[in-house]
């Protein structure tokens, strides 16, 4: 058997550090056996994915040394790569569930389903929700269909025995099926859920073996399912254990950056990013800190794998950088590596805008654009006093900025532009006023070059690490302090809408 594994992130952000996690442990083990290893783009949120994300997601796994036999830029025999380009595929295989009686069309509205879930919580119910629409007959739904009344598409699920999840990594796990509820399959909108596209995919493109992270094995049952409605051979499960924050909380870029561009940006290694993702779940034979990908390829076993809740310790993380540098960099290397970071020609295409129309001469670019280049501002409190604000309104500018940048679904200029924009309108503030904490968190000093433009080319990550510096700088917000201000702020915004 040639085994083929797969990585399949939401093109729906800045790419994440999990996705490079989970991609180089189904590289490493497609590759240790001469098999080969996909790269398959899940972009049926239509709302927010994005071309762009798409774009960033394969600059980040090529600079990180991870390369794809298969794939949308590439192509490949069991193509297409995206999601978006196979609905057609995902729509015969669900009417196949429908026809044979594994699936049914449900009714429900999302008041409906909002009031059915109320109900289950108060009844103290601890099984699944079931649909009161599995049990109708075929005529009826076909005629409710006929008469254009939406619907999605959901799986039955049995309600009694339970369901054996054979994990390669954790042996046998056990999930009753009255714990399962019945997914929906193909949203109204014709578009797939992840738990079709997933299963359909997975089988079409030849997957012998599905390493993710832990969080799917509650998924496992409805995926085993579904293979066994189509009557398909399953793939070999591993779930890896998850990134954790110091707190042992899922990784999160509330309390983390997450970025695989933020880590470049902040000048890591792609080669020590690398290994120290590699060092969260497994470990070398003689247990050295320190090895390549190549090295990790040749020694790569699963038995190796640990399945403890592995802390994303970024102090870990720059010792092992730092190690890197002075080990494996002669100063040739060392020259080009800094070069190709900070100075290389399309970065420095990109800065000229900003900086043409202030330029006398060639050493004033250090200080203008020092803080490019630069990782946390070196703030204090007494940096971070403004004329007209107290401290607590500076606090919950940062804290509203966060939450408003973080849900852009664009990074551009003029999205950062008109988000910061209208908050400071919905704060009644004047924008001047509102600002003024902006530049010293962005930039550590009260002007800089064009302060959107600045952001946008500082990348989302960083700009949101930069903005919760200063936040903790001041004081870190608590948590009921949090709840209490996302309260408030959930309200202002709705009261703009």
């Known amino acids: 058997m040639t085994i083929r594994t797969r990585v399949a992130p939401s093109p729906t952000g800045d790419p994440h550090v999990g996705t490079a996690y989970v991609a180089l442990f189904n590289y490493c083990l497609a590759k240790k056996n001469g098999g080969q290893f996909i790269l398959r783009i899940e972009d049926t949120d239509r709302a927010r994915s994005t071309k762009a994300s798409e774009q960033m997601i394969i600059d980040a796994l090529r600079w990180l040394g991870i390369e794809w036999d298969e794939g949308p830029d590439c192509g490949g025999p069991a193509g297409p790569y995206r999601q978006s380009e196979r609905g057609d595929i995902y729509a015969k295989y669900a009417a196949e569930l429908l026809e044979n009686g ?73 999930i009753a099926w009255d714990q399962v509820d019945m997914q929906v399959l193909l949203k109204s909108d014709g578009m797939p859920t992840y738990h079709l596209a997933n299963v359909v995919d997975d089988h079409l493109m030849g997957i012998t073996h599905v390493m993710r ?20 051979e399953p793939p070999v499960l591993c779930h890896l ?30 080669e020590a990013l690398l290994n120290y993702l590699g060092r969260m779940a ?19 076993d699963l038995k190796r794998i640990s399945l403890g809740g592995p802390i994303f310790d970024t102090t870990k993380l720059d010792w092992l950088n730092g190690t890197w540098i002075r080990e494996e960099l002669d100063d040739d290397a060392f ?26 001469k060639w050493s004033e670019l250090a200080p203008m654009l020092g803080f490019f280049l630069d990782g946390l501002m070196p703030l204090t409190p007494e940096k971070l006093q403004f004329k007209g604000l107290e401290d607590g309104d500076v606090r919950k500018i940062y804290a509203y900025s966060l939450w408003t940048l ?32 902006f530049f010293m968190a962005i930039a ?4 800089s070059t064009p302060l959107f433009n600045t952001m946008a080319l500082l990348g989302k990550d960083m700009c949101r690490a930069r903005l919760r510096h200063a936040l903790d700088t001041l ?17 202002l915004m709705a009261s703009c809408d």
């Open 102 to 174: 594994h699936a049914f069309r449900c009714f429900l509205t999302n008041e409906q389903l909002a009031q059915l879930r109320k109900e289950h919580q108060a009844a103290g119910a601890t099984g699944a929700l079931d649909s009161p629409y599995a049990s109708m007959s075929r005529e009826e739904s076909d005629s409710l269909a006929e008469s254009g009344t939406p619907f999605v598409i959901r799986m039955r699920v049995p309600r009694e025995g339970v369901c054996t999840v054979n994990d390669e990594l954790r042996g046998e796990i056990e």
């Open 213 to 232: 992270g832990e969080e799917w094995i509650s998924s496992a049952p409805k995926h085993l399912l579904l293979y066994q409605y189509f009557g398909w």
């Open 241 to 270: 254990p998850l990134l954790r924050n110091a707190d042992r909380s899922k990784l999160s870029k509330r309390k983390n950056p997450t970025s695989i561009m933020y880590y470049q940006r902040m000048g890591y290694l792609p």
């Open 282 to 300: 497994w470990s070398m034979p003689d247990e050295s800190e320190m090895f390549s990908l190549d090295t990790m390829l040749e020694h790569f």
């Open 335 to 360: 020259a080009d590596s800094v070069a190709e970071w900070a100075l290389n020609r399309e970065n420095l295409k990109r800065l000229i805008p900003l900086v043409r129309p202030r330029v006398n």
């Open 406 to 437: 973080d849900a852009l679904p664009s990074w551009d200029s003029d999205s950062i532009q008109a988000a910061l924009r209208g908050l400071a309108t919905t704060m009644d503030l004047k924008l001047r006023v509102f600002l003024a904490p």
């Open 444 to 447: 550590g000093k009260s002007s």
């Open 475 to 491: 004081k870190p917000m608590s948590g009921k302090e949090q709840g209490r201000w996302r309260k408030e702020y959930d309200a």
